[in-house]
């Protein structure tokens, strides 16, 4: 009975092998797992093996009658080296490449500083014309206070606050002094003179 | 095979992206050219909301800024009945806040209308509970509402609104264009939730806002005197103007009968009419200051020649026309002074009708003056050509004649101000915001014009004064200024009989102050006042006085005349004795809403009154004009002297220290009020000779 062996379709490269050590290994693992299908029987599914830092995965070939398999097939690996290979890169394109991220960064940039500015832009006309509304109120209020205002300095109502709650009277012709200037000596005779002149 | 299937696969999905792409692009563009007026308003419907701003009306100040006519904004309340789904719930909910009854609310909600106005301008309490019952259909819309915060000061002047904040007499008619301002519809760009983003500025202002020439505190004092003539005399009307003579600006305008224009519909409109500019009247005496002035102007006559007044009758043109009293030779002054009838048609028949039309036309008479309040009269002044035979007698004492009283002063103040006749105007300047704006049309400033020469206004202005001194309009004299003036006393004629009436007349009183560099000038007319008697002298004079001598203080025209001392010692002593005891503690607060119109005299009266009784001793400096004797200052100290020159209202120098030791003047020597006393301080001799 013939024990087959295939690489899985997860390692399509094959396990990597850099190294003697790990030849060895892998080596060493494929006569061990030979053994072990002669031991097993042949409808064992597939199973997975550790091989150096990759896997193998097998399934013995053997006839199911057969305690010995017919035929045994090996794949070896073949061992590639690419390491002297280096990859020559151009710096022209790398600068290209800089560039065009560098621009396509920039865009980037200036999309997103024109969505930022046009929300915020809305956002301050939101407090402008939340503004605009305090400031009408405002308004309304100073002209209310206006209006009230000329209401108390209605000279009726003064007049009649005089005269019927402090008890004041119109002071005769004689009686109201005025200094054409007010320096010292005549400071003590202000109380005489009218304060509310027109301007 | 199998690359060919490949590239017909690939070919397929080109193809079916493709057609995909047409399809949008097609889509697009349809909608782009076919579509885009459509789709174009229903984003602007969606994304674009219409604000109002209703046109607030401009300010309206007196002449140091005190406002007498503002609006504010105010809520009104409105339906959209098609909205409303309980019409019944709405109205029993809507009456109670609007003080209407539910069935007048119920009527408005079932009208069918798409818009119908509950209730406009509505308190702030009332809007208040509309907001917040929510009812759909039940909206608040913002306005403005005019108040008048002085009340009935200077309504006529001022004029009112109507609910639609229309200009409908007053200043507000006149520039209601101007002060109005324009409504405006701003268009607001908003979001999805139907927030406003953006508003825009509005491009027009408010209203343009007037200064007036009136002065609130003039015309309180004009209208308070007027309110008190026409009080004490039960007359049905009245005028006071104010004018400054040098430039022609109206001071304060009252007129009697006066209304609240916060609510003009609660009177009639004879009440509204501001007589001053509108109403006619036969000037009577006071014309025959414009016969004097003409025939003094063409120098037919002189201040000291005499005139037989014939005993107090005289023929003109077979009609015997009677003076009011028997005066014999009379020099042209005292024609004048006396109001000598007779003499004035002696004067006028000696200028002759031609100069005498001329010189009337010329003093304004038949035309109206140009001020810039609407609705004023031209008067009445016929043309020569109508003259009968005897008008220019009748015209000289002013009869046949119908001026305004606005004319009236006006022509008073061109001689007052030495012979130019201004227009009278009063509006005084127009803001829009902190902006001036030039004065043009009926309120733009024109060139005074020459009636008569200065020489004949100074003659008049002497003649005026001596009506004051020594003649009918001795009740005008003013305490501390010059004066001059006429009375006059012009019958009405009657209704019924077409006759002069015996009873009813224009008692009026026109003057000026001071005399060399008048002031102020003041007319005063009232109506048909009751009680006899009734002339200008008793009735027009004393409000002049009285009003005069309020103003030219407050003006600050200093006193060209010493003040009685009569007078002043009876008032001092008055004081001295009257009671102390009662402190000023009646601070109770009143409702002046609540006081009657008519009471207002009364109750001046009456807190005079009560002002004698609790009024306190107040140390005042009192005027004694010449007669306060310098008292000896020797040996006094710098207080006690201080303290006697502030007791007698004179002004002390001092000079040194210590003790007063000289004085200038000397002690005895009779002087003025404000006169400056030099004490001179050192030590005195005792003092010296102890030292030495």
């Known amino acids: 009975m013939a024990t087959a062996y295939r690489w899985s379709e997860e390692f399509p490269q094959g396990p990597k092998v850099h190294s003697d050590a790990a030849e060895t290994a892998m080596r060493r693992t494929v006569r061990r797992f030979q053994q072990q299908m002669k031991d097993e029987a042949p409808s064992k599914p597939l199973v997975e093996f550790p091989v150096g830092r990759g896997r193998v995965i097998g399934r013995p070939v053997a006839s199911a009658r057969a305690k010995k398999p017919l035929m045994t097939e090996i794949y070896t690996v073949k061992k590639i080296d690419n390491s002297r290979l280096t990859r020559h890169v151009e710096p022209v394109k790398v600068r290209n490449l800089y560039r065009t991220v560098a621009l396509g960064g920039l865009i980037a940039l200036c999309m997103m500083a024109y969505v930022y500015q046009h929300f915020r832009c809305i956002d301050l006309s939101f407090q402008l014309e939340d503004l605009k509304a305090k400031q009408v109120q405002a308004q309304q209020a100073n002209g209310e206070l206006k209006l009230e205002i000329a209401t108390l300095r209605d000279p009726h109502r003064i007049d009649v606050i005089a005269q019927r709650q402090l008890g004041l009277k119109r002071p005769d012709a004689g009686q109201v002094r005025e200094y054409a200037n007010t320096d010292g000596s005549e400071v003590a005779a202000l109380q005489s003179v009218r304060i509310n002149r027109a301007p | ?692």
């Open chain 2, 1 to 692: 095979m199998e690359q060919e299937k490949v590239h017909v696969r690939l070919l397929v999905l080109v193809g079916v992206a493709l057609f995909w792409m047409l399809a949008v692009f097609g889509r697009v563009g349809y909608l782009q050219l076919f579509c885009h007026g459509e789709y174009l308003s229903k984003a602007q419907r969606q994304q674009r909301r219409t604000i109002e701003i209703t046109p607030k009306r401009g300010a309206i100040y007196d002449r140091n800024m005190q406002a007498l006519a503002m609006s504010v904004p105010v809520q009104s309340a409105f339906a959209v009945p098609g909205e409303v789904k309980d019409v019944e719930l709405a109205s029993r909910l809507v009456s109670r806040e609007l003080g209407m009854t539910a069935d007048e609310v119920r009527a408005k909600l079932e009208s069918g209308a798409s818009f119908v106005w509950l209730k406009r301008k509505l308190p702030q309490a009332s809007s208040d509970a509309i907001q917040s019952l929510n009812l759909k259909g039940i909206y608040l819309l913002e306005e403005n509402q005019r108040f008048y915060p002085k009340r009935e000061m200077a309504s006529h002047v001022l004029g009112f609104v109507d609910v639609d904040e229309h200009g409908l007499g007053g200043i507000e008619h006149e520039y209601d264009n101007l002060i109005r301002g324009q409504g405006e519809k701003l268009v607001a760009v908003t979001d999805a939730r139907q927030k406003i983003i953006e508003s825009g500025e509005a491009q027009h202002d408010r209203g343009v806002s007037v200064v007036l020439t009136i002065d609130e505190k003039i015309q309180y004092v004009a209208e308070r005197e007027l309110a008190a003539v026409i009080a004490k005399f039960r007359a049905p009307a009245g005028s006071v103007i104010v004018q400054d003579p040098n430039t022609g600006a109206i001071l304060a305008l009252a007129n009697w009968p006066k209304y609240n224009p916060n609510a003009p519909q609660e009177v009639d409109t004879r009440k509204r009419t501001d007589r001053a500019i509108s109403e006619i009247y036969e000037p009577g005496s006071t014309f025959k200051l414009m016969t004097l002035a003409a025939a003094f102007d063409q120098n037919l006559i002189r201040a000291d020649e005499v005139f037989n007044c014939e005993n107090g009758a005289v023929t003109v043109a077979g009609h015997l026309i009677h003076d009011h009293k028997k005066y014999g030779l009379l020099t042209v002054e005292e024609i004048l002074a006396n109001s000598s009838d007779v003499g004035a048609i002696k004067v006028a028949l000696r200028l002759g009708s031609q100069r005498f039309y001329d010189y009337i036309r010329a003093f304004g008479f038949g035309t109206p003056t140009g001020v810039d309040l609407p609705a004023e009269s031209r008067g009445l002044v016929r043309r020569l050509e109508h003259w009968g035979s005897y008008s220019i007698a009748s015209v000289s004492m002013g009869q046949e004649v119908g001026v305004t009283p606005l004319q009236m002063i006006t022509a008073v103040s061109s001689v007052a101000n030495g012979g130019l006749l201004y227009k009278p105007h009063i509006v005084q300047e127009m803001r829009r915001g902190d902006q001036i704006l030039p004065l043009d049309g009926p309120s733009a400033a024109a060139e005074p014009k020459r009636v008569i020469r200065p020489e004949t206004a100074a003659t008049m202005r002497r003649l005026m004064e001596g009506v004051i001194l020594h003649g009918t309009g001795k009740n005008a004299r003013l305490d501390g200024w010059t004066a001059g003036g006429k009375t006059g006393t012009a019958q009405k004629i009657d209704p019924e009989t077409g006759r002069y009436s015996p009873t009813n007349v224009i008692a009026s009183f026109s003057g000026f102050a001071p005399i060399n560099n008048p002031a102020v000038t003041i007319l005063v007319s009232i109506d048909s006042p009751a009680g006899y008697p009734h002339d200008g002298a008793t009735v027009a004079a004393p409000a002049f006085k009285r009003i005069a001598e309020q103003i030219l203080p407050y003006l600050d025209v200093p006193r060209d005349v010493p003040l009685s001392p009569q007078l002043i010692q009876a008032s001092y002593r008055a004081r001295k004795n009257e009671p102390q005891d009662e402190s000023l503690d009646d601070l109770t607060p009143v409702d002046f809403s609540a006081q009657p119109e008519a009471n207002e005299d009364q109750a001046s009266a009456l807190a005079a009154k009560e002002a004698a009784v609790k009024m306190p001793e107040v140390m005042m400096a009192v005027d004694e004009g010449g007669d306060i004797e310098v008292p000896d200052f020797k040996g006094k100290t710098m207080r006690e002297v201080t303290m006697s020159c502030m007791r007698l209202g004179l002004d002390p120098v001092l000079v040194g220290t210590r003790l007063a030791i000289q004085q200038t003047p000397a002690a005895g020597i009779k002087v003025r009020r404000g006169t400056k006393i030099t004490v001179e301080f050192g030590d005195t001799p005792a003092r010296s000779g102890k030292s030495k």
